[in-house]
C-alpha cells in the first residue's frame, strides 16, 4: 500500500503560481510512476502530467505545456507540481497517484494509489 496526501492548493488570481506537493508513504516511493491528474466541476478526470521512477520522461497533457512543470525527490518521497501563468479553467481539484512504471502514463487506470486531492481555484 502507498499513501498519498496532496498539499499546497488554495486560492490564486489569474497568471499566478502554485506548487503542489504529494508526500507518500507505505511502499517504496521510489519504484512508482507519479502522475497528476485533475477533475472541475462536472467535468471528468484530466490527465496533467507524471514522471517516472528515477526523475525522467516527465510528460505533460495538453492543458499543462509550457506551464506546469512535475517533479519529484525520492529522498523525500515527495512529487511536485509547479504550476504558473495559472488560468481559471486550471480550476479543479488535483489529485496525485502512483502507479507501476510502465504502460500508458496519461491514462489514470494504470494507477493504483490515488490521494484524497487538493483544491485549485484560479480568480480573475
Known amino acids: 500500500q502507498v499513501q498519498l496526501v496532496e498539499s499546497g492548493g488554495g486560492l490564486v488570481q489569474a497568471g499566478g503560481s502554485l506548487r503542489l506537493s504529494c508526500a507518500a508513504s507505505?511502499?517504496?516511493?521510489?519504484?512508482?510512476?507519479m502522475g497528476w491528474f485533475r477533475q472541475a466541476p462536472g467535468k471528468e478526470r484530466e490527465f496533467v502530467a507524471y514522471i517516472g521512477w528515477c526523475g525522467s520522461s516527465p510528460y505533460y497533457g495538453d492543458s499543462a505545456k509550457g506551464r506546469f512543470t512535475i517533479s519529484r525527490d525520492n529522498a523525500k518521497n515527495t512529487v511536485y507540481l509547479q504550476m504558473n501563468s495559472l488560468k481559471p479553467e486550471d480550476t479543479a481539484d488535483y489529485y496525485c497517484a502512483a502507479g507501476p512504471d510502465y504502460g500508458l502514463g496519461h491514462l489514470a487506470e494504470n494507477y493504483d494509489y490515488w490521494g484524497q486531492g487538493t483544491q485549485v481555484t484560479v480568480s480573475l
Open positions: 507505505g511502499r517504496t516511493f521510489s519504484v512508482y510512476r
